[in-house]
């Protein structure tokens, strides 16, 4: 079991906007960055998101991150067949002085 | 432009001592501001971070993993490594190094990963 939380699930067709949640506590999200990676098996992951909302250069804008408290979000926009991925929360936590991933989200495009 | 590539056994026997190495070009491991680390991925499973080291030799580790991991560098080679001793079954993953920097969390340079199996 993950420390942080997301959806094992998420679906949306093409165009539409998806978000995927994260949910951590006090000694990982609220006090340190999160960090969103895309993640297709077989290949590496890919970062996406970090510092909660910023984009590495070559990220479509497509792609946005935030956070709130002990959550985090990211959203994708005008979703595209090329999206169906995997999608995972990252960021260090405090407590267990390491980096922790989510358990991970596959994101289906109908 | 920085590029990374694992290379070690596929193939590792149950308590034995996974090793496994990667080579970066195009680049220094002697830089200021990057951690030089792992993650893995076993099958059906989410990603793991296993661990870092930082430019200075300073390392960090996954806790549940902490007493089997040992990551080093040789800066000589431009090259650092994993070992992970008392392997078992659940220790069969795809194997990826990855570079961070400015902070352990901000993974933006990957191997392409390497498949590890533990067998009996």
């Known amino acids: 079991q993950s420390v942080l939380t997301q959806p094992p699930s998420a679906s949306g067709t093409p165009g539409q906007r998806v978000t995927i949640s994260c949910s951590g506590s006090s000694s990982n999200i609220e006090s340190n960055y999160v960090y969103w990676y895309q993640h297709l098996p077989g290949t590496a992951p890919k970062l996406l998101i970090y510092s909660n909302d910023q984009r590495p250069s070559g990220v479509p804008d497509r792609f946005s991150g935030s956070k709130s408290g002990t959550s985090a979000s990211l959203a994708i926009s005008g979703l595209r067949s090329e999206d169906e991925a995997d999608y995972y929360c990252?960021?260090?936590?405090?407590?267990?002085?390491?980096?922790?991933f989510g358990g991970g989200t596959k994101l289906t495009v109908l | 432009q920085v590029q990374l590539q694992e290379s070690g056994p596929g193939l590792v026997k149950s308590s034995e001592t996974l090793s496994l190495t990667c080579t970066v070009s195009?680049?220094?491991?002697?830089?200021?501001?990057?951690?030089w680390g792992w993650i893995r991925q076993p099958p059906g499973k989410g990603l793991e971070w296993i661990g870092a080291?930082?430019?200075?030799?300073?390392?960090y580790y996954n806790p549940s993993l902490k007493s089997r991991v040992t990551i080093s560098k040789d800066t000589s080679k431009n090259q650092f490594s994993l070992n992970l001793n008392s392997v078992t079954a659940a220790d069969t993953a795809v194997y990826y190094c990855?570079?961070?920097?400015?902070?352990?969390?901000?993974?933006?340079?990957w191997g392409q990963g390497t498949t590890v199996t533990v067998s009996s």
């Open positions: 990252a960021g260090w936590d405090d407590s267990l002085s390491g980096v922790i």
């Open positions: 195009g680049g220094s491991i002697s830089s200021t501001i990057y951690y």
């Open positions: 990855g570079r961070s920097g400015p902070t352990i969390g901000y993974m933006d340079v």
């Open positions: 080291i930082y430019y200075g030799g300073t390392t």
